[in-house]
């Protein structure tokens, strides 16, 4: 697939080393092959694992990342929808996908030893379904209307449910859009989703959290984590009577507290001063679990990671 994309390159492709991901299409027929992002033979490569070696991980590790597994109980997805299938290719598709996204992992032993880590975590095995309504932006459906269809767009837009204040960002190469470059590093101008913003989010909640139980039983604490603490302003909040509204609340307002931190995770809060790498890797539980998927002896050796250089910021 990757030599017919690319006519300078040549007809055959040299297999990946043991342990090493590949670049995008190359290989294309081989199974279980970590790959980099984008495909393209000809676009720039990228520190960036493919959607589905992404989505396998998170039927390991779940959605909330390292970070968030510091107050959060592993996050994991139940269902994938896919659209633009046809009904006779949708037999063919439900099992790549289901050997993508969790089949590659549920062989050997790897399932019994995540099973036997401390916690909830264990492997997923979310539903494979689709559908026939189409997505009103897609190229089909686009060129179907008559709407010509440029190439792809530096653009993307990033929406917040349940938020009546700041609903949703317009980020061009990862910056907000309108902002000056001389600007870009400001609290209020950065992305809500970039890392730095996370990371003072996960600082302010674990703040928050240690004040909050600092001056309460340790027997109200299952009473805390189903309470919302300081919610924020710009949330309406729709959901029944009893239950927690979750959202991502802007840089400006107080944390919304959502667990109660457990006592077997106190060691592993960060200290001032932390880097966004060392307080990742202090979180032991997380991180002796991604060392399992993907260290020397793990299904996704060769996984590759930005790393320290890159993540070296406070």
């Given at each position: 697939?990757?030599?017919?994309?690319?006519?300078?390159?040549?007809?055959?492709?040299?297999?990946?080393?043991?342990?090493?991901?590949?670049?995008?299409?190359?290989?294309?027929?081989?199974?279980?092959?970590?790959?980099?992002?984008?495909?393209?033979?000809?676009?720039?490569?990228?520190?960036?694992?493919?959607?589905?070696?992404?989505?396998?991980?998170?039927?390991?590790?779940?959605?909330?990342?390292?970070?968030?597994?510091?107050?959060?109980?592993?996050?994991?997805?139940?269902?994938?929808?896919?659209?633009?299938?046809?009904?006779?290719?949708?037999?063919?598709?439900?099992?790549?996908?289901?050997?993508?996204?969790?089949?590659?992992?549920?062989?050997?032993?790897?399932?019994?030893?995540?099973?036997?880590?401390?916690?909830?975590?264990?492997?997923?095995?979310?539903?494979?379904?689709?559908?026939?309504?189409?997505?009103?932006?897609?190229?089909?459906?686009?060129?179907?209307?008559?709407?010509?269809?440029?190439?792809?767009?530096?653009?993307?837009?990033?929406?917040?449910?349940?938020?009546?204040?700041?609903?949703?960002?317009?980020?061009?190469?990862?910056?907000?859009?309108?902002?000056?470059?001389?600007?870009?590093?400001?609290?209020?101008?950065?992305?809500?989703?970039?890392?730095?913003?996370?990371?003072?989010?996960?600082?302010?909640?674990q703040s928050a959290i240690a004040s909050r139980v600092a001056r309460t039983p340790v027997d109200n604490c299952e009473r805390i984590a189903s309470t919302a603490v300081y919610p924020p302003k710009d949330v309406v909040d729709t959901s029944p009577p009893n239950q927690t509204v979750f959202a991502i609340p802007s840089l400006s307002m107080p944390p919304l507290v959502v667990a109660c931190p457990k006592t077997s995770r106190d060691s592993e809060s960060t200290t001032s001063g932390s880097t966004y790498f060392e307080t990742k890797q202090s979180i032991l539980e997380y991180q002796?679990?991604?060392?399992?998927?993907?260290?020397?002896?793990?299904?996704?050796?060769?996984?590759?990671?930005?790393?320290?250089?890159?993540?070296?910021?406070?």
């Open positions: 697939m990757a030599a017919l994309k690319d006519s300078s390159r040549p007809a055959t492709v040299e297999a990946p080393d043991v342990g090493s991901a590949t670049r995008g299409r190359d290989n294309y027929s081989l199974y279980g092959v970590l790959r980099t992002k984008p495909g393209r033979a000809d676009s720039p490569p990228t520190l960036c694992m493919s959607c589905s070696d992404k989505i396998a991980a998170w039927n390991v590790l779940g959605i909330q990342g390292a970070l968030g597994s510091s107050f959060l109980e592993p996050l994991y997805l139940n269902e994938v929808v896919i659209g633009e299938v046809p009904e006779q290719m949708r037999g063919v598709v439900k099992e790549d996908c289901e050997r993508a996204l969790w089949g590659r992992l549920d062989v050997g032993d790897f399932g019994s030893r995540v099973e036997s880590l401390p916690g909830k975590y264990a492997l997923q095995k979310p539903l494979i379904s689709f559908t026939s309504f189409p997505f009103i932006h897609s190229r089909a459906t686009m060129v179907e209307a008559g709407v010509i269809v440029s190439g792809s767009c530096n653009d993307s837009l990033c929406w917040f449910a349940d938020a009546s204040g700041l609903a949703f960002e317009v980020l061009i190469n990862g910056y907000r859009r309108g902002v000056s470059p001389k600007h870009r590093i400001r609290d209020k101008s950065l992305p809500l989703l970039c890392k730095l913003s996370m990371f003072k989010l996960f600082i302010r909640v002796n679990l991604k060392n399992l998927l993907t260290g020397a002896n793990g299904p996704f050796v060769g996984w590759v990671k930005s790393g320290e250089k890159w993540e070296t910021f406070l």
